[in-house]
């Protein structure tokens, strides 16, 4: 599995944009970057993954740089509802386990 | 279309008894993964099956801990002669047939305390 790298915790004023970084330096050419956060004492929530383009949902949008071992997660009007610890995992998109690492936890302020 | 649904959702057992946590997968999943996260602490991969089968047990504890995910019914997390230290936050996901390019999807977890 491809080791990831997080700041262990961030601050975000509400309204603002919250960029959370990951580094996946040993990511290989067939894993997508995935991200998931979960909200406390909830399942985890998906949120969006990308392969080598940046990708754009409702939730979220997803830089991921060109050689790929770095990507950031982008909330761009963070509100109290995305306080959460945030996940990075390299997964290849098949059916097979995620492994979660320590995440960011991403606290929302007024 | 029902989310994963997991029960019960708290689940309170004396030590030495056992403990039977249930995952319903989201409809036309096919796919289910177990996943236990102790207090403060983060998900560990537990077991992942497919009906009838188990394809990975790579992070199940060889003693107590079983799994089954029957032709018909809920995939069943089975936990015999339970302990203190298996008081934890239990969450199972499922995902779809599809081999490429899917995410996972999971349930509100059953926290089991163990007394």
């Known amino acids: 599995d491809a080791k990831t790298t997080q700041p262990p915790s961030m601050d975000c004023a509400e309204g603002r944009a919250a960029n959370l970084p990951c580094n996946h330096s040993t990511i290989s050419g067939n894993e997508y970057v995935y991200w998931y956060r979960q909200i406390h004492s909830q399942g985890p929530q998906y949120i969006i993954h990308?392969?080598?383009n940046n990708e754009t949902n409702e939730m979220a949008s997803l830089i991921i740089t060109e050689d790929r071992k770095s990507s950031t997660l982008i909330l761009p009007h963070a509100t109290l509802r995305d306080t959460a610890v945030y996940y990075c995992i390299p997964h290849t998109g098949t059916a097979s386990k995620l492994t979660f690492g320590t995440g960011t936890r991403l606290q929302v302020t007024l | 279309n029902a989310g994963v649904m997991q029960n019960p959702r708290h689940l309170v057992r004396r030590r030495g008894q056992e403990a039977r946590l249930r995952c319903s997968p989201m409809k036309g999943h096919s796919h289910v993964y177990w996943y236990r996260q102790l207090p403060e602490e983060g998900l560990k991969f537990m077991v992942y099956l497919q009906k009838e089968n188990i394809i990975d047990e790579s992070g199940m504890p060889k003693e107590r801990f079983s799994a089954e995910f029957p032709k018909e019914g809920p995939s069943i997390l089975r936990i015999q002669q339970v302990v203190r230290g298996d008081s934890a936050a239990y969450f199972c996901?499922?995902?779809?047939?599809?081999?490429?390019?899917?995410?996972?999807?999971f349930g509100q977890g059953t926290r089991l305390t163990v007394v």
């Open positions: 990308g392969l080598k």
């Open positions: 996901a499922s995902s779809p047939l599809q081999q490429m390019n899917t995410e996972a999807f």
